[in-house]
């Protein structure tokens, strides 16, 4: 049977890092060896599950490129399926219904802790326990898996190596509450039998669910999937990844204009490595994808070293990609399209090497597609009655030029030499007058993409303000 991977996320939330870098493996490992990856929405938790984390999975799924071959399959739609299997189970002699509150339940596990024991069901609705006592009137049974009473749940971890569980250590779990709805672990075990799971790639804190789970593949007569459990995603305060540490959505990334591959380029080496590579495109990873280079100790987030990755992503970027960008976000400065494309992607071009997320670079461009005023005490600053009477006679100089940049640089030297002055008593001026601002790349380049009319027009507009 060819390999068969799974992302199944619980739609009670937003797709976060350590999600996406589970999504992001069993997708790999899937295409490396010519498989399929099937997404799986576990939605079975009512009060949490929502549509709108569902499609924020989604959409986080579509942005960083990880296709599925099936799905998405939804958990709340197999329900009888689940039932099904359930009562095969207690035909079979592994389940069996039990009918025991809540509240006796509770007076259980104090009882238990008492007496210092470790709190866990104590079977008494197991069959034999249960031999001549009646259903209590008007309560509706769960499932319950008679879990084995001796030897050990064994399995070699593509991770983590060999482990062992005794099953003393494990009580009888419930598999199916009394709303039929199934529980994460049993729902698991039957969609896998069902989807036909070779492979499970999952986090380790799921480690010490896989034991039950293998007991019911066991039960149900069905082959083991190999199981990979991915460690943990730290900050770099050694704690659990949380929004402090700089852990937030997949999509939040996109709001911050991160780019796709970068980030997973980012989940790729978290944990992963391939020698010293760092830098790599989303099929190099596929082709050197293995389970075997996963560490086995936690893997540490750095935000600075995703910045960093994102920033070597946007210089390598193509300009016309990376114009396609810059028009969706020059409408939230005040820019109105349409945009020509040619101007984006030059624009693009120019100012990536200064920019590390699309952010930055959409902030930075936005006066090539329309004014950006400077403040009062930029203009104070550096329109001084010396600099004024340059940017007029500049403004004349500019009429009467073809404009390109070699052009537009001649006519800035020529000014200079005419008027005995330092490039900077010239260029920041010039800058403030029709960027805005006094930080600009190249102002001959920069000048030459705002275009021959406009820089004019920004010219006698900013002239004709009055000096401060």
Not at 41 to 58: F, G, H, M, N, V
Not at 62 to 87: H, N, T
Not at 412 to 438: I, Q, Y
Request: aromatic share 8%; hydrophobic share 40%.
């Amino acid at each position: 049977m060819s390999v068969r991977t799974r992302f199944a996320p619980s739609p009670t939330g937003y797709l976060h890092i350590g999600g996406a870098r589970t999504a992001l493996f069993s997708w790999a490992y899937a295409r490396k060896l010519g498989g399929k990856f099937i997404l799986r929405i576990e939605d079975t938790d009512r009060e949490r599950s929502t549509e709108a984390s569902t499609q924020a999975i989604l959409d986080a799924m579509a942005w960083l490129k990880l296709d599925y071959d099936e799905g998405p399959f939804y958990q709340m739609q197999r329900l009888d399926r689940y039932r099904e299997v359930a009562e095969q189970l207690i035909a079979d002699g592994h389940a069996y219904r039990c009918y025991a509150s809540k509240a006796e339940l509770d007076a259980m596990r104090e009882q238990q802790r008492a007496r210092g024991e470790k709190p866990r069901y104590d079977g008494r609705w197991r069959p034999e326990n249960a031999k001549g006592k009646a259903p209590p009137a008007g309560v509706e049974p769960l499932i319950r898996f008679r879990n084995p009473d001796d030897g050990d749940v064994a399995w070699r971890d593509l991770v983590k190596g060999d482990i062992a569980i005794n099953n003393t250590e494990l009580d009888d779990l419930v598999i199916l509450r009394a709303d039929g709805v199934p529980t994460y672990n049993f729902g698991v075990v039957v969609d896998d039998i069902d989807m036909q799971m070779t492979h499970v790639i999952r986090g380790d804190d799921h480690v010490n669910n896989t034991p039950r789970q293998i007991n019911i593949f066991r039960a149900l007569g069905a082959d083991l999937p190999f199981f990979a459990h991915v460690p943990m995603i730290l900050g770099s305060d050694g704690e659990r990844l949380s929004k402090r540490h700089g852990a937030v959505s997949v999509m939040q990334y996109e709001e911050e204009g991160y780019l796709p591959a970068a980030l997973n380029n980012y989940l790729a080496r978290l944990g992963w490595s391939h020698g010293d590579e760092e830098v790599f495109s989303l099929q190099q990873f596929v082709d050197w994808f293995d389970l075997e280079h996963i560490s086995r100790s936690a893997a540490q987030f750095n935000p600075e070293k995703l910045l960093w990755l994102n920033q070597q992503y946007l210089k390598g970027a193509d300009n016309a990609l990376l114009g396609d960008a810059l028009a969706r976000r020059l409408a939230e400065h005040g820019a109105e399209g349409p945009f020509e494309a040619s101007k984006l992607a030059a624009v693009a071009e120019l100012l990536k090497p200064r920019a590390s997320t699309l952010v930055e670079l959409a902030d930075a461009s936005v006066y090539f597609f329309r004014p950006v005023h400077a403040s009062a005490d930029l203009l104070a600053q550096h329109l001084t009655p010396t600099a004024r009477a340059c940017l007029e006679d500049l403004r004349h100089r500019f009429a009467g030029i073809h404009w390109r940049r070699e052009d537009i640089g001649r006519a800035v030297k020529e000014l200079l030499a005419a008027r005995k002055l330092k490039m900077p008593e010239l260029a920041m001026p010039l800058r403030v007058a029709v960027c805005g601002t006094p930080h600009t790349p190249s102002i001959d380049a920069t000048l030459e993409l705002i275009g021959q009319a406009e820089v004019i027009d920004r010219l006698r507009r900013a002239l004709a303000a009055p000096a401060a």
